[in-house]
């Protein structure tokens, strides 16, 4: 297996309260992989410290519990408004931060993948829109192609989803599996709608008591549908 991630023995407490306890698994670098739990479960946790031992590494600094194998990681948080008065438009922005030398412009190969990452997430047509007066969805699926335009080995995408309509959800989970194929690379997504994972992801990890539960996307337990099915039912 070409592991990107390994885990030994991680564990997470906050003051008395023990969120996770004792994890241990690998994940391979070029799959799918959904990250499912209830609130609270720990996923977040989780992904903050997969982010902490890719940033740690990279300083040179090898650690312990987690190890990531990747040259270069992009991460999109849950959805965030930048504000009324932002100025930059769709594509100036998915440009920002892929320079990989010193000067001030982009390369063509750069300018090459900010085209390729619009495309890919249905922004081409409003690329010069200022990102200010895109509308919630416009706006995720602009911080997404913002990550793609990298190129990342690793992307971790926390709740990308949450923000569209199921339309453009399921579009967004089509494109992402397309370009995870095209790019050979590993995502790790978080989500809390089960109903694409087992027809789309490669693998789940399923955060649970504390502990987790691992296996192919298509073998993901019922018990991890119902869980949510409370949850929104609670929450409506
Ligand atoms: N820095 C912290 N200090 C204290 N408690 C924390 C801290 N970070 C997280 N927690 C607690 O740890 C638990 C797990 O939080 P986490 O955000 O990882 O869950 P989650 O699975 O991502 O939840 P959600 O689906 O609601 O985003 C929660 O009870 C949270 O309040």
Same mark, same amino acid.
Do not use: C
């Given at each position: 297996?070409?592991?990107?991630? *390994?885990?030994? %023995?991680?564990?997470?407490?906050?003051?008395?309260k /023990?969120?996770?306890?004792?994890?241990?698994?690998?994940?391979?670098g070029?799959?799918? /992989?959904?990250?499912?739990?209830?609130?609270?479960?720990?996923?977040?946790?989780?992904?903050?410290? #997969?982010?902490?031992?890719?940033l @740690?590494?990279?300083?040179?600094?090898?650690?312990?519990? #987690?190890?990531?194998?990747?040259?270069?990681l992009?991460?999109?948080?849950?959805?965030?408004?930048?504000?009324a008065d932002?100025?930059?438009s =769709?594509?100036s922005?998915?440009?920002? $931060? #892929? *320079?990989d030398?010193?000067?001030?412009?982009?390369?063509k190969?750069?300018?090459?993948?900010?085209?390729?990452?619009?495309? *890919?997430?249905?922004?081409?047509e =409003?690329?010069?829109?200022?990102?200010?007066?895109?509308s $919630?969805? &416009?706006k &995720? *699926?602009?911080y =997404?192609?913002?990550?793609l335009?990298k190129?990342?080995?690793?992307?971790i995408?926390?709740?990308?989803?949450?923000?569209?309509?199921?339309?453009?959800?399921?579009?967004l989970?089509?494109? =992402?599996?397309? @370009?995870?194929?095209?790019?050979?690379? $590993? @995502?790790?997504? #978080?989500?809390?709608? /089960?109903?694409?994972?087992r027809?789309?992801?490669?693998s789940?990890l399923?955060?649970h008591?504390?502990?987790?539960?691992? $296996?192919?996307?298509?073998?993901l337990?019922?018990?991890?549908?119902?869980?949510?099915?409370?949850? @929104?039912? %609670?929450?409506?």
């Amino acid at each position: 297996m070409n592991e990107q991630i *390994r885990v030994s %023995h991680y564990g997470a407490t906050f003051g008395k309260k /023990t969120i996770l306890k004792d994890l241990s698994f690998s994940l391979a670098g070029n799959q799918l /992989t959904v990250v499912l739990g209830e609130n609270g479960a720990g996923k977040t946790t989780l992904i903050k410290a #997969i982010l902490q031992a890719a940033l @740690v590494k990279s300083k040179g600094k090898p650690v312990q519990t #987690i190890q990531v194998q990747a040259k270069r990681l992009a991460y999109v948080p849950q959805f965030r408004d930048l504000g009324a008065d932002y100025p930059l438009s =769709i594509q100036s922005f998915v440009g920002l $931060g #892929i *320079r990989d030398h010193g000067l001030p412009w982009l390369t063509k190969k750069e300018k090459a993948a900010v085209s390729d990452a619009l495309r *890919r997430l249905d922004l081409a047509e =409003i690329a010069d829109l200022p990102l200010a007066k895109a509308s $919630g969805g &416009q706006k &995720q *699926r602009a911080y =997404i192609a913002q990550a793609l335009a990298k190129k990342p080995d690793l992307l971790i995408l926390d709740e990308p989803s949450s923000a569209l309509d199921g339309k453009h959800a399921a579009f967004l989970v089509e494109q =992402i599996r397309q @370009v995870q194929q095209d790019f050979q690379m $590993g @995502v790790l997504w #978080i989500s809390h709608d /089960t109903s694409w994972v087992r027809k789309t992801a490669d693998s789940f990890l399923w955060l649970h008591d504390q502990t987790v539960t691992m $296996g192919a996307a298509k073998d993901l337990p019922k018990e991890a549908d119902s869980k949510h099915r409370e949850e @929104v039912l %609670h929450v409506f």
